[in-house]
């Protein structure tokens, strides 16, 4: 393990390039040279943090109880919360982490989001369950990043880890689909592998964009016999760009 650590700085020093710019000044602070953390824009720091997902669609739920993406209305057992907007530089850390292999940014993304975990107001999980990723998908990546995710947030969390949910099939990567594609896609798609009795479940990934996955898992657990779900993010599109991309999951 000491020897893993060394040679992760060596090849990611804490003043490696910025994961943001790609400066070869350094890295200041959390990753990121000056100019790029000055740009970060914390969620939890605002009222923003917490939203309610629509169950049919997995959109935001807005006054009077209607889907902002589908018009649905009704309440919806689901709760969601991001630490970050889904933008420069945030995007770019998210990308070194999962195509980049900067692992090591795994700690500073769990400190995160569990500040919005705590602003969001959301309370102790029975347990703590990544969005599934499909064996071929994770093979090709070599890394489960909303696992790897989980398993960091719980480290600093008071809330065991538990994997029930499968993806059925292999699916296309989302940002390549349109909404009413993605939902299509993966209907179906992910499974719960065991019942559930009514425990609650923080659900995490790194990105929320429009929300179809975390919905489809969302129902997953419901169907499996879960109570209230929290769905929890490094980061969720803002408004205006959740009809142009779903993020990089597959």
Excluded at 21 to 41: M, T
Excluded at 59 to 78: D, H, T
Aim: with cysteine.
């Amino acid at each position: 393990m000491k020897l893993l650590r060394a040679a992760l700085d060596f090849l990611f020093a804490p003043r490696a390039n910025c994961q943001g710019c790609g400066s070869e000044l350094g890295s200041d602070r959390d990753w990121l040279c000056a100019s790029c953390y000055a740009k970060l824009k914390p969620l939890y720091l605002t009222a923003l943090v917490r939203e309610e997902l629509c169950e049919t669609c997995g959109g935001v739920i807005r006054g009077m109880g209607r889907c902002e993406a589908c018009g649905a209305r009704g309440s919806s057992p689901f709760s969601a919360a991001a630490a970050y907007a889904y933008e420069p530089p945030v995007r770019q850390l998210i990308r070194g982490f999962k195509f980049r292999g900067v692992y090591r940014m795994e700690d500073w993304m769990a400190d995160e989001m569990l500040r919005a975990c705590k602003a969001a107001g959301f309370p102790r999980c029975d347990f703590v369950q990544p969005v599934p990723m499909h064996w071929i998908r994770r093979n090709e990546r070599g890394i489960d990043h909303a696992a790897r995710l989980a398993k960091a947030f719980t480290a600093r969390a008071d809330m065991p880890y538990r994997n029930v949910l499968r993806r059925a099939r292999l699916t296309r990567q989302q940002a390549k689909q349109s909404g009413a594609a993605r939902r299509q896609a993966l209907a179906d798609a992910i499974r719960a592998k065991e019942n559930l009795h009514g425990e609650t479940v923080l659900l995490i990934d790194d990105v929320r964009t429009t929300g179809t996955t975390v919905s489809q898992c969302c129902k997953a657990l419901a169907e499996a016999g879960a109570g209230r779900v929290y769905v929890l993010t490094l980061a969720r599109t803002e408004r205006k760009e959740r009809a142009a991309t779903d993020g990089d999951r597959g």
